[in-house]
């Protein structure tokens, strides 16, 4: 069984900055990829930023330029520097991790990001 434990949510001004951090533990083997997604209220997760095995990053449009992903391999842990927020980035963020064992997709259970205009 996989754990992802979400932490760094919380209430931000806009312009401000959060650092979410999610760290997996179990019995996980062969991660390929790790990432973010978001979702507000009556709206579909859309992905926020991922980052592969190899290190190769991608991100949403809306937030190129101001939020970069990052990983610790030794700590099966995946961060989200979110720089300079808007209030439109507040959501639920949820880190996922794609993996060989167990086979599939494991979620985090979400963590609240507000900004405040």
């Known amino acids: 069984q996989v754990q992802l434990v979400e932490s760094g949510g919380g209430l931000v001004q806009a312009g401000g900055s959060l650092r979410l951090s999610c760290a997996a533990s179990g019995s996980i083997f062969g991660i390929t990829l790790m990432g973010w997604y978001r979702q507000t209220p009556g709206k579909q997760r859309e992905s926020v930023a991922t980052i592969t095995s190899g290190g190769i990053t991608n991100y949403a449009d809306s937030v190129k330029g101001r939020f970069t992903i990052s990983k610790d391999n030794a700590k099966n842990t995946v961060y989200l520097q979110m720089n300079s927020l808007k209030p439109e980035d507040t959501a639920v963020y949820y880190c996922?991790?794609?993996?060989?064992?167990?086979?599939?997709?494991?979620w985090g259970q979400g963590t609240q990001v507000t900004v405040s205009s």
């Open positions: 996922n991790v794609d993996s060989i064992v167990p086979t599939g997709r494991s």
